[in-house]
């Protein structure tokens, strides 16, 4: 079964519980609505991805007001939650990236093994981007896609935006191309400690476990976005995003700030010199 018709199935039990709930049966939603009597069945199993007026109709008939903001978002998930790779690391889905940080007014991520895109030097992205483009395949446009993270980059100088982000001691001991580049990597990372406009934490290998969680980016609450072997996850139900901000909040709590990030990340440093 496809991603998307999980996402479906997973709707339509929503939508069929709301319906019970209210004490109406599929042929009585389907006359109050002005639907085709099947209209009601192919939505509730999944056969078919209702359209945002049907949601709407659909909580108002069964009394469900508050629930049309988070079912929306799922509507809206069912088709395009999920972006393939080949997709992703192309230079056109960098711009798309790009667009979607400059109109963010708050940008936070975590990744436990890699530098994240905005805090790459261009060596680093340039092993990162090719040894994705070789494990997936499809088009090798590595140049354009190189050049078009490091323009991304620019939000990190533009506006009054504010960025934090959270990585796991192992990311600074992962290698990505050489110890040369890990060693300019690291060095930046260092630079990045004193910025003003942005919070870099460190969370110790020795730290205790808290929360279940792989690499995001979250995009003020809106909008996160998981990595997969596979594919990009996009995620804008209310209730998920809610689940990804406690735990964040829950990793900076645990994550060394400042001078003690600045330490961590020095000892790194050492190693790879040395």
């Not at 209209?39 to 469900?64: F, M, N």
């Amino acid at each position: 079964m496809s991603s998307v018709q999980q996402a479906r199935e997973t709707l339509g039990a929503r939508l069929r519980e709301l319906r019970k709930q209210s004490g109406l049966s599929g042929l009585e939603l389907a006359r109050l609505a002005g639907w085709d009597n099947s209209k009601v069945s192919r939505y509730e199993h999944g056969k078919q991805t209702p359209t945002e007026q049907d949601i709407h109709t659909w909580c108002a008939l069964t009394d469900a007001p508050l629930q049309v903001g988070d079912l929306i978002a799922t509507v809206r998930n069912v088709e395009a939650a999920w972006l393939e790779w080949k997709r992703i690391q192309s230079h056109n889905a960098q711009k798309k990236t790009g667009q979607l940080e400059t109109e963010s007014k708050l940008i936070r991520g975590y990744d436990p093994d890699l530098v994240p895109g905005l805090l790459q030097t261009q060596d680093y992205a340039t092993e990162i981007l090719r040894e994705c483009i070789q494990f997936i395949g499809g088009p090798d446009d590595l140049a354009a896609a190189v050049s078009a993270r490091m323009e991304r980059q620019q939000v990190l100088r533009k506006g009054a935006k504010r960025f934090h982000f959270l990585l796991a001691e192992q990311a600074l001991y992962t290698t990505v191309g050489s110890d040369g580049i890990m060693v300019g990597q690291l060095e930046h990372l260092v630079a990045q400690v004193r910025s003003s406009r942005l919070a870099l934490g460190i969370i110790p290998r020795t730290a205790r476990f808290r929360v279940p969680v792989t690499n995001f980016l979250m995009y003020d609450i809106r909008q996160v976005q998981v990595e997969t072997v596979s594919a990009e996850l996009t995620v804008t139900q209310p209730r998920e995003v809610a689940l990804y901000e406690r735990a964040f909040q829950i990793l900076a709590k645990h994550a060394a700030k400042g001078e003690a990030a600045r330490v961590l990340i020095q000892r790194a440093l050492e190693t790879r010199a040395s």
